[in-house]
């Protein structure tokens, strides 16, 4: 890793924190989509291993600033889901390239990050804690369909904001 992208890699990162704080509260709609949408930009625009580091470290920030789940047990199983996200969408847009066939790539990296939280977080984890039946639904909609819909917003804001990045920064 290069100079460069550390720099970035950091500077993404703080711009999470401060996203997360400033976000929290106005839902997980909003904090959520802006989280996404950090972590697609530092995948496609500062590489994949930029994107991996800032999708493992969101959840652990998040977690520290009282956003989100109150229990640490599920903060690993966050940053996977969130690794999942930008692995794939940096995978899958290299393949599908520019518009509109890089909206291919945000949908199934979206759906997959859904699904790996889905399953993982509220069909494995939840029912094995002995928790509450109200705190486990409440927990198991937020890791629901609302999940698909941040990180489908994230993916495609940051296809309109990397090409600009990139311009700015003369990258292509």
Same mark, same amino acid.
């Given at each position: 890793?290069?100079?460069?992208?550390?720099?970035?890699?950091?500077?993404?990162?703080?711009?999470?924190?401060?996203?997360?704080?400033?976000?929290?509260?106005?839902?997980?709609?909003?904090?959520?989509?802006?989280?996404?949408?950090?972590?697609?930009?530092?995948?496609?625009?500062?590489?994949?291993?930029?994107?991996?580091?800032?999708?493992?470290?969101?959840?652990?920030?998040?977690?520290?600033?009282?956003?989100?789940?109150?229990?640490?047990?599920?903060?690993?199983?966050?940053?996977?889901?969130?690794?999942?996200?930008?692995?794939?969408?940096?995978?899958?847009?290299?393949?599908?390239? $520019?518009?509109?066939?890089?909206?291919?790539?945000?949908?199934?990296?979206?759906?997959?990050?859904?699904?790996?939280?889905?399953?993982?977080?509220?069909?494995?984890?939840?029912?094995?804690?002995?928790?509450?039946?109200?705190?486990?639904?409440?927990?198991?909609?937020?890791?629901?369909?609302?999940?698909?819909?941040?990180?489908?917003?994230?993916?495609?804001?940051?296809?309109?904001?990397?090409?600009?990045?990139?311009?700015?920064? $003369?990258?292509?």
């Amino acid at each position: 890793m290069n100079t460069k992208v550390i720099t970035r890699t950091s500077i993404l990162i703080a711009l999470l924190v401060a996203l997360q704080y400033a976000t929290a509260s106005l839902g997980q709609l909003v904090t959520g989509s802006c989280v996404n949408l950090v972590l697609a930009v530092a995948a496609l625009f500062s590489g994949l291993w930029s994107g991996v580091i800032v999708a493992a470290i969101s959840p652990f920030f998040a977690f520290l600033l009282g956003i989100g789940p109150k229990l640490i047990l599920l903060v690993p199983f966050i940053a996977l889901g969130n690794v999942v996200y930008v692995l794939l969408l940096s995978l899958l847009f290299k393949r599908f390239g $520019k518009l509109p066939q890089s909206l291919l790539a945000v949908a199934c990296a979206a759906v997959c990050k859904f699904l790996t939280l889905y399953l993982v977080i509220v069909k494995l984890v939840l029912p094995t804690l002995g928790l509450p039946e109200k705190q486990v639904s409440v927990m198991s909609a937020s890791f629901s369909w609302p999940q698909l819909v941040t990180a489908t917003i994230g993916g495609v804001l940051a296809l309109l904001i990397v090409p600009q990045l990139k311009k700015a920064f $003369k990258e292509q």
